[in-house]
């Protein structure tokens, strides 16, 4: 009886530890074809009139919320764009999602070159998107801002370096003097670092990978050191 129980526990515990690649692999059939296939959502712009922009105001709601409701979320992230820029003048891309889905992302959901990893990092510089792969299934992705004209983003093969969450850049520093903060920081390269910053949905850094703060936290608290981590310029 004893024997039957020790049996059953070490089964129990070699069960749990498997979990994570069963459910992965039950989720994502890579012996499929197009399991690397980004996602394809059609999408149309869409502008603030003034009498949107008054009752936003008048309900103290922030446009964006008054405009899209529980699917703004999908919009912030289609048109690569912190809350704090999406005003009167934004053009926002909004997704055309199907009833009941409030998320969006351009990220492939399985991708099958990460299969065997337990954390991947996917970068694509064309979307301006970055995805967080557990054996070759998408966990979460966000927008980027990547680098802009004259300072872009290396693609390639990278592993993360380091992590930081309070770095502080060496070669930038704002108008009064002092480093430019690059809060929840990933190195991936010794110039190059995913982290923190402000996206206005173009390509902005001096060749960093930049994330919304709550993003780049999330990230950060998820990534470990030695992961790999590939950018791309289109997937």
Known sequence: MLKSIISFSILF?????AAPVAQAQEACDFSATGTSAPNQTPWRYRKATGQEV??????????????????????LKMTRL????????????????PKGVTDWTPMPRCYAPAQHLP?????SIKDQFIGAYEYG??????????????????TGDFKVMKKDPNHK??????????????????????????????????KASHGCVRQRAHDAKRLYDWATVGIQAKIVRHL
Request: hydrophobic fraction near 35%.
């Open 137 to 154: 299934q998408l966990v979460f992705s966000h927008p980027i801002a990547s680098g802009k004209l004259g300072k872009p983003t290396p």
């Open 54 to 75: 008054r009752e936003a105001r008048k309900q103290d709601k922030e446009l964006v919320d008054y405009l899209f409701g529980e699917r703004a979320e999908a919009v």
């Open 119 to 123: 954390k991947y990092i996917l970068v």
């Open 13 to 17: 515990v070699a069960l749990t530890l």
């Open 169 to 202: 850049s060496s070669l930038y520093q704002k108008p009064d003097g002092t480093p430019c903060p690059m809060p929840w920081g990933l190195q991936f390269r010794s110039d190059c670092w995913f982290h923190a910053g402000n996206l206005s949905g173009i």
């Open 82 to 97: 912190d809350r704090q820029f999406a005003g009167p003048t934004s053009r926002f891309m909004v997704p055309e999602l």
